[in-house]
């Protein structure tokens, strides 16, 4: 009697695997779908902030947003390519903009001086404000806004204590009227590395952080890039 009950049980036990791998291919399938999913949609995010500040993103990250078409995917090799070239190139973006002056120099502190023309503190004339500038105590530390080389780390004049640094895409970032500057020219510095801290050096009524953004000589507004920082800090810091 076993052994007339035996093809059948095997017979079972095959198609009972046969529908275990299925399911399990199908996960598969579908892990897959949400990694490229959640990395295009990150990609997307990433875009659609930069994009308005002018950056040019295909200089900049190319292998992000160029690349061979990857068709809609149908079977689990296909699937495995759109999620491999997906979480690469979202890679790439996150990298290039985290190298990039997004994060704010100092956080949690309110920003006392606009980008723009404003009377003069000393003259009482109006001048141009070439930055924006960051109420904080003595003595609070400075933090470097993106990543780069510190090609300024010296007293300049009205400025006082200042460190520049030079960005990816002809940007570069300063930092003025330091009490104490901590890092030297030629240094290579990560984004939110200490640069110095907040001082009242050179030509200032008080202790506050002058931010400056450049593209080449010509001064930005920082305002846009720290506003699509805060925006993208989620997706920066994972």
Do not use: C, W
């Not at 892990?31 to 990150?42: G, T």
């Not at 200490?194 to 001064?219: I, K, N």
Request: charged content about 20%; hydrophobic content about 40%.
């Amino acid at each position: 009697l076993p052994s007339a009950l035996a093809p059948q049980a095997r017979a079972d036990d095959l198609l009972g695997l046969g529908a275990t791998l299925d399911q399990m291919n199908f996960e598969s399938e579908r892990a897959l779908d949400a990694l490229a999913f959640n990395a295009e949609r990150n990609i997307r995010t990433l875009a659609a902030t930069l994009q308005p500040l002018g950056l040019d993103l295909k200089t900049l990250a190319p292998e992000a947003l160029g690349g061979p078409f990857v068709p809609l995917a149908s079977n689990f090799d296909e699937r495995l390519l759109r999620a491999e070239r997906a979480i690469e190139a979202y890679d790439v973006l996150r990298g290039t903009a985290r190298r990039l002056p997004l994060a704010r120099p100092i956080r949690n502190v309110e920003v006392s001086s606009d980008f723009g023309p404003r009377l003069d503190p000393f003259l009482g004339t109006l001048a141009m404000h070439t930055g924006i500038d960051f109420k904080a105590d003595y003595g609070t530390a400075i933090r470097a806004a993106g990543s780069g080389r510190v090609i300024t780390a010296s007293y300049q004049g009205g400025y006082g204590n200042m460190v520049e640094i030079e960005h990816p895409g002809g940007y570069f970032t300063r930092y003025a009227h330091m009490s104490r500057i901590m890092v030297s020219e030629g240094e290579e510095i990560l984004a939110g590395e200490m640069v110095g801290r907040v001082g009242s050096t050179g030509r200032s009524t008080g202790p506050h952080l002058h931010y400056e953004l450049r593209r080449g000589a010509t001064p930005l507004d920082p305002s846009g890039f720290v506003i699509a920082g805060d925006r993208l800090a989620a997706l920066l810091q994972r």
